[in-house]
């Protein structure tokens, strides 16, 4: 099984519809990161949580939110979907450990559209 | 500019050493780099990460410029399965990471 799962893997909706997307993990790691991906660009950071009460605001957290339900789970919402939220949409995990091994572990992607 | 600057695409052919470079002119001294891949339809996988001193692990070498301005990721010897965009990445203290816009390598058999 994979170690970050995201639901759903695909989800087509229309502007001004609130959707939620969700990540889980089974890594036990306390930090938790949502990030977006536009065709041809890196990955942007939207929002980020060191554990269960630490939510943080990271490069482009306008127009979403998100909640920390518990360590392993991380969700994130659009209160009202517009179509220039439409992109591939990832989660990630990391272990505090030291910065030197501070390596991230992505899930597979979900691909929102909004028409 | 947080972000970093690499080349758009390459190509190498097969067993043949691969030099990925990264420009990161701005880095601050505390940042690390890092160094993703994403094969398509999938999340980003870790490859290599380093602060100051050049890096080795089993799938690739790390060398950082003397004054941290750039770096490169070298691929001993590419494979097919080597083909992906890969993603040089700074991390400031709190970890965040700001990617570039990635380098499609392509592999000639």
């Known amino acids: 099984d994979a170690d970050v799962t995201q639901t759903p893997r695909n989800r087509i909706t229309k502007t001004g519809k609130r959707i939620m997307l969700e990540c889980s993990q089974t890594?036990?790691?306390?930090?938790m990161y949502w990030y977006r991906q536009d065709p041809g660009l890196g990955l942007r950071l939207i929002y980020y949580?060191?554990?269960?009460?630490?939510?943080n605001k990271g490069e482009i957290s306008d127009g979403y939110s998100v909640s920390r339900q518990a360590q392993a789970k991380f969700s994130l919402s659009l209160e009202s979907a517009i179509p220039n939220q439409t992109a591939l949409y990832f989660c990630?995990?990391?272990?505090?450990?030291?910065?030197?091994?501070?390596?991230?572990?992505f899930g597979p992607g979900t691909r929102l559209t909004v028409l | 500019d947080a972000k970093t600057t690499q080349p758009n695409s390459m190509e190498s052919n097969e067993e043949e050493p691969v030099h990925l470079p990264c420009n990161h002119s701005t880095i601050s001294g505390t940042d690390y780099i890092h160094w993703y891949r994403q094969l398509p339809s999938q999340g980003p996988e870790y490859v290599i990460h380093?602060?100051?001193s050049n890096v080795n692990n089993r799938m690739a070498s790390l060398a950082i410029a003397e004054d941290r301005k750039s770096s490169t990721l070298i691929l001993h010897r590419a494979t097919l399965r080597d083909a992906a965009v890969y993603y040089c990445i700074r991390s400031n203290t709190g970890n965040q990471f700001y990617f570039g816009t990635g380098t499609s390598l392509t592999v000639i058999p």
């Open positions: 380093g602060l100051t």
């Open positions: 990630a995990t990391s272990d505090p450990g030291t910065r030197d091994s501070n390596e991230q572990f």
């Open positions: 890594k036990g790691h306390d930090r």
């Open positions: 949580s060191f554990d269960v009460k630490d939510i």
